[in-house]
């Protein structure tokens, strides 16, 4: 697509990604289709083209973000379905980045969204704060009906019992001869609200040869921030996750760093772009990005045990957008839940967002309630016994719609090879 | 009469739009109040957002619309269409935007209907073998609908991920599968349509039309949004064949592949598909689908069979056979289900695919006999020389319908200008060896001011006519399609009464 950028503008490195990936764009429209946002509302403001476009019409002309900049790029869950269609390439994660950095300086909004967001910026990353302010949105639960749309949805969406436990730096040694040493993201928001998917991953690690390391000082990938806008904010905490890594690398050797929750993994993977232009962390958050994986792809390559429980079970494997569309994993998880005995079904409409979606479900839950009960029917029409996914976000908003089971990946693997059989599924009663 | 134009914001250098009038852009208010009386959720006034609707899948052609409306019951087309026919406003409808002749472009003094929130699937009748859906439903939401019980939609465009049913039926868009299976107008049964003056009618059922009267679905089917609205399409499903194989077969010269076409065909062979991609889209398509495709090649063709098992077989070791002894440096055969759609997922990507290695592209659409082929892609080659530009060509082979995407760089200045003249010796080429200007993306602005070199003026006037019997007030869809719109009364379609047209002040080019 044509672009008209000023040799001047193009100084700004943010406007020379920008223009490159405009560059790409051919018009086709073949992304339209397959957003969910056009798919609700079919609007072409509510497309990744149109998006694009409104993008391009802000940076070209040098805008601040008009209402409708904000408004339709505001509605984008960032799910990147767009980039799998995509057949010329373009990077639309990168584009919309660098429009939503323009429109938290330029936009307006009104001060209750302003605060909404400044909120969920600080609260969300540390666990400590996030753990407290669960406190107080407990006790709000049942006065949820009382309270304004959003925060509403905000209180709505902490489930009434959380184990939460705290990861705090150590090392947990292989069974028996370590075939792999690696680093675990111990994560936010998922060890606040489900420390048993840490733990399932830290046993199931552990029994397949690979080392696990919480290295000290790692702490929130920061993409809850970037994509509120919050450059900076996100940039210090993805700086010094470099740096943790790279302490843990130098000292005593990674294979891979490892990633549990699927939303932060697209952001760890991109880090190498993020701190492109950094003169110090540049190469050290190349390599970062370059030992990121799935928990499922390091699994997948080391091998699965031989199964002894689980099998038959069938399962409905929920494609977490962030894992299918931002890392392209789609196999690895269902290969490895058919190589430990479960029968995997298929979810239509797989390539659709649940809503979760980082804050969306927060930011905007009219049209997250709407993805979600979407994407519950279409769950729940698979007919399986329990629901697998490989991402906290998408578990958190599919359980209380969905009228089975919902439990990450990882803790069916675990069941399967010798550990606990999952809580939820005795809860539900479901299997006997 | 002579037409009065100006150029409105197109990039392109020599395409006229007519003249956009004054007195409705200056009654805008007004008439962007009356669309939200109408359709209370739905009206975009603003110029931001506005904007992503300037143009279609020919980004070249740009226009900014008097105002969007976005209706999402049939009602909600009627109230529309009733109140511009009363007040005299002009109307572009548009489906999901991947015209690739501009069929969808705005004019700045119309109103832009967009269709896409009509996207339920309103019924699947087994017994009949038809699927009843609104307009914005995608091509490929129909066969997704129906594959679970072993049927599909047979017409299947490249942009079948994202164009709209209603789009397909103005354009009567055709696809890979067509050579078999026909176009779009083999595959509807029913519409519903909104005619100009808001009244809604129906055409067709849900059998195989009858051959008796006007042929009206033959008429809607391709009419370009000339005639009237869209508002339900009635498609045709069939059983999914018993057997399908894909095969990939590369050659080291076009030639070679084009010899390969003419020799399948003249053996009687009727694959079900039968493509042919040139070195640079085999490579731009390959790096995003992985589809296995010969990296070593010139050209490569891709064929269909389909049927009973044992006529699949034989017929795959024949077409085989017959592109061994045309020289084949390859030849693969699908071994599974998801191999064959990786084989075509990779064509069907080909346009957007080469955006990846050139930031623009002019797509052509012309129709040249089969066996001129290879002569027409070595001249397309010397042209590309001449004109200091790239080509990539994507071909459907069976029926004779070239695609060349010609590669520029809108940012370099002139690059555009020597693109079109690149386009305009292409299809100077095509008439040359016998072919014609259109294949299937339509005339739209696109190709509207060759229709002369096609068809002579009483063909032109009689075609006119027939958009005159539905829309005597010129208020659908203009300067699309016809070089010159004469205005009805002039041809003798209106009755004059008391020396009165029934639309005096109407602007008439
Ligand atoms: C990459 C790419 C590949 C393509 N491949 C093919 C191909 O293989 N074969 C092929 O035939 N075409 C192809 N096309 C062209 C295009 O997809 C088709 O012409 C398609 O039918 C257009 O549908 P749409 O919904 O996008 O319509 P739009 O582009 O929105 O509109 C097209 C025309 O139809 C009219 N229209 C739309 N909806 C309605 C309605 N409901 N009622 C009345 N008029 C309406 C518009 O006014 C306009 O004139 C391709 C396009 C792209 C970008
Ligand atoms: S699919 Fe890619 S090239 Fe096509 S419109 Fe969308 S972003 Fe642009
Ligand atoms: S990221 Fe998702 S919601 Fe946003 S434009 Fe792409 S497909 Fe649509």
Redesign the pocket.
């Known amino acids: 697509m044509q672009t008209s950028f000023t040799p001047d503008q193009l100084r700004d490195p943010a406007i020379t990604a920008a223009d490159e990936i405009l560059r790409k764009c051919v018009h086709?429209?073949f992304c339209t289709a397959t957003c969910p946002t056009y798919v609700l509302l079919g609007d072409e403001n509510d497309s990744p083209r149109g998006r694009i476009y409104l993008i391009k019409d802000m940076l070209e002309n040098d805008r601040p973000a008009s209402d409708a900049v904000t408004r339709h790029v505001d509605r984008c869950l960032s799910c990147l379905s767009c980039m799998t269609t995509c057949p010329s390439g373009v990077n639309y994660m990168h584009l919309v980045d660098v429009g939503r950095q323009r429109i938290a300086r330029t936009g307006r909004r009104s001060a209750a969204d302003r605060l909404l967001r400044w909120l969920l910026a600080r609260v969300l990353p540390s666990p400590e704060r996030f753990r407290l302010a669960l406190l107080g949105a407990r006790m709000a639960r049942p006065f949820a009906a009382f309270l304004p749309g959003r925060l509403k949805a905000l209180v709505k969406l902490v489930p009434p019992a959380a184990r939460t436990a705290i990861l705090e730096p150590r090392v947990f040694p292989a069974e028996g001869v370590r075939r792999r040493r690696v680093a675990l993201l111990a994560g936010c928001v998922q060890q606040v609200l489900d420390a048993e998917i840490n733990a399932a991953t830290i046993r199931l690690l552990t029994k397949h040869g690979c080392e696990v390391v919480v290295a000290e000082g790692a702490g929130c990938c920061g993409a809850l921030a970037y994509h509120l806008g919050r450059e900076e904010e996100a940039l210090a905490g993805v700086r010094s996750n470099v740096r943790a890594w790279i302490r843990e690398r130098t000292a005593r050797g990674l294979d891979a760093i490892v990633i549990n929750a699927s939303g932060c993994g697209t952001m760890v993977k991109d880090y190498g772009f993020l701190l492109r232009n950094d003169p110090e962390l540049a190469p050290g958050a190349a390599e970062v990005s370059a030992l990121a994986r799935d928990v499922t792809e390091v699994l997948a390559a080391v091998g699965l045990k031989a199964a002894v429980a689980g099998a038959g079970t069938t399962v409905a494997y929920h494609d977490a957008c962030s894992l299918q569309h931002g890392q392209g994993v789609r196999e690895a998880p269902r290969l490895l839940l058919q190589g430990a005995g479960f029968e995997v079904r298929d979810v239509p409409e797989g390539h659709l967002c649940c809503g979760s979606a980082g804050t969306y479900n927060i930011l905007q839950p009219e049209l997250a309630t709407r993805l979600r009960d979407r994407k519950a029917a279409n769950v729940d029409g698979v007919g399986a016994d329990v629901v697998a996914a490989g991402n906290i976000g998408c578990i958190l908003q599919l359980a209380p719609a969905i009228g089975r089971p919902l439990v990450h990946t990882v803790q069916l693997l675990d069941w399967a090879t010798g550990g606990p059989r999952p809580r939820v599924l005795d809860q539900a009663n479901w299997l006997n | 009469m002579p037409r009065v134009v100006i150029p409105v914001r197109c990039v392109k250098t020599d395409m006229r739009m007519p003249v956009p009038d004054t007195p409705t852009i200056a009654r805008r208010q007004q008439i962007v109040g009356a669309l939200r009386r109408i359709v209370p959720d739905g009206v975009i006034a603003d110029e931001a957002a506005m904007r992503p609707y300037e143009c279609?899948?020919l980004a070249v052609y740009r226009q900014i619309p008097l105002v969007v409306v976005l209706p999402s019951t049939v009602e909600q087309v009627s109230a529309i269409l009733r109140y511009c026919n009363a007040n005299n406003v002009k109307i572009?409808?548009?489906?999901?935007?991947?015209?690739?002749s501009g069929?969808?472009l705005p004019l700045a003094d119309a109103v832009t209907i967009g269709?896409g929130r009509f996207n339920r699937i309103l019924e699947i009748d087994w017994d009949n073998r038809c699927v009843v859906a609104q307009?914005g439903v995608t091509n490929l939401a129909i066969t997704n609908a129906v594959q679970h019980r072993g049927f599909y939609y047979a017409p299947d465009?490249?942009?079948q991920i994202a164009?709209?049913i209603?789009?397909?039926v103005?354009?009567n868009?055709?696809?890979v599968h067509c050579l078999k299976y026909g176009l779009t107008t083999n595959n509807v049964l029913g519409l519903q349509i909104v005619l100009p003056d808001g009244e809604v009618v129906r055409v067709g059922g849900r059998h195989q039309p009858e051959g008796e009267g006007y042929d009206l679905m033959g008429l809607l089917t391709g009419s370009?949004?000339l005639l009237g609205?869209?508002t339900e399409v009635t498609v045709r499903i069939l059983r999914k064949p018993e057997t399908v194989r894909a095969m990939l077969m590369g050659f080291a010269s076009n030639e070679a592949a084009g010899d390969a076409v003419a020799a399948i065909i003249g053996a009687g062979v009727v694959p079900a598909g039968l493509e042919m991609m040139d070195r640079l889209a085999i490579h731009a398509a390959e790096e995003f689908v992985h589809a296995g495709y010969p990296l070593d090649v010139e050209a490569l063709l891709i064929a269909e069979l389909d049927g009973p098992q044992a006529e699949v077989d034989y017929l795959v070791e024949r077409v085989a056979a017959i592109a061994a002894r045309c020289g084949a440096a390859c030849v693969r055969v699908s071994a599974s289900e998801d191999e064959r759609l990786r084989f075509w997922a990779g064509r069907k990507a080909a346009?957007?695919a080469v955006g990846r290695i050139s930031p623009d592209y002019l797509c052509m659409d012309g129709t040249i006999p089969r066996r001129r082929l290879a002569e027409v892609l070595a001249r397309i080659r010397a042209l590309s020389e001449k004109h200091g530009l790239r080509v990539a060509n994507v071909f459907h082979a069976g029926d004779g319908n070239l695609h060349p995407l010609i590669l520029f760089d809108a940012n370099r200045p002139g690059e555009l200008e020597r693109a079109e003249e690149f386009g305009a010796d292409i299809l100077r080429l095509c008439v040359e060896v016998g072919g014609v200007l259109t294949g299937?993306?339509?005339v739209?602005v696109e190709k509207r001011d060759l229709m002369p070199v096609m068809f002579d003026e009483v063909d032109l006037e009689q075609q006119q006519r027939v958009k005159c019997a539905f829309d005597a007030g010129g208020l659908l869809?203009p300067g699309?399609v016809f070089p010159t719109l004469h205005n009805c009364a002039e041809m003798g379609r209106l009755r004059v009464s008391g020396g009165q047209l029934p639309f005096p002040d109407l602007p008439r080019f």
Do not use: Y
């Open positions: 086709c429209g | 279609d899948g572009v409808p548009r489906g999901a935007g991947t015209s690739l069929g969808a269709l307009p465009p490249s942009s164009c709209s209603g789009g397909n103005a354009e868009a055709g696809g370009e949004g609205i869209v346009f957007p299937e993306h339509g739209g869809n699309k």
